[in-house]
């Protein structure tokens, strides 16, 4: 298998989910893909969707269990603030990274690891 048709099979079957999104109420994400010779491997997850449709990040949910751990709140994610800086938006946590728990999205998209007492102090200075 080459590379031009490894993409168009990862396109096809991105395509044929699309119908089972809509069926179970999830969102298909597609991951790293591999192919050699004779065969083409993708990772796939699917993600449950919340009561307004968009897909419940596994950050996301970490958060909502674990959000008490870090001093906040369930409604801090999705939450804006500013530090050094630079804008965030508070995506999820990752309850076993202890130094750097929570995820926030960078004005650019990328996603940064902060220590929660850092997002606290910027969350509340902007009250």
């Known amino acids: 298998m080459d590379r031009v048709k490894a993409k168009e099979l990862s396109e096809a079957m991105m ?3 699309g119908k089972l999104e809509k ?9 790293n893909g591999s192919f050699t010779m004779g065969d083409y491997s993708m990772k796939v ?12 990040s596994k950050y996301a949910s970490d958060f909502k269990n674990n959000a008490f751990k870090y001093g906040m709140k369930e409604s801090d994610l999705g939450r804006t603030f500013t530090s050094q800086g630079s804008t965030y938006v508070l995506e999820g946590s990752v309850s076993r990274n202890r130094k750097y728990p929570l ?4 004005e650019n998209g990328s996603l940064v690891k902060m220590p929660a007492n850092m997002v606290k102090m910027a969350m509340w200075s902007e009250l």
């Open 15 to 17: 395509k044929a989910l």
């Open 23 to 31: 069926k179970y109420g999830v969102t298909f994400s597609r991951g």
């Open 45 to 56: 997850t699917a993600t449950e969707n919340d009561a307004s449709g968009k897909a419940v």
């Open 103 to 106: 995820i926030a999205k960078k």
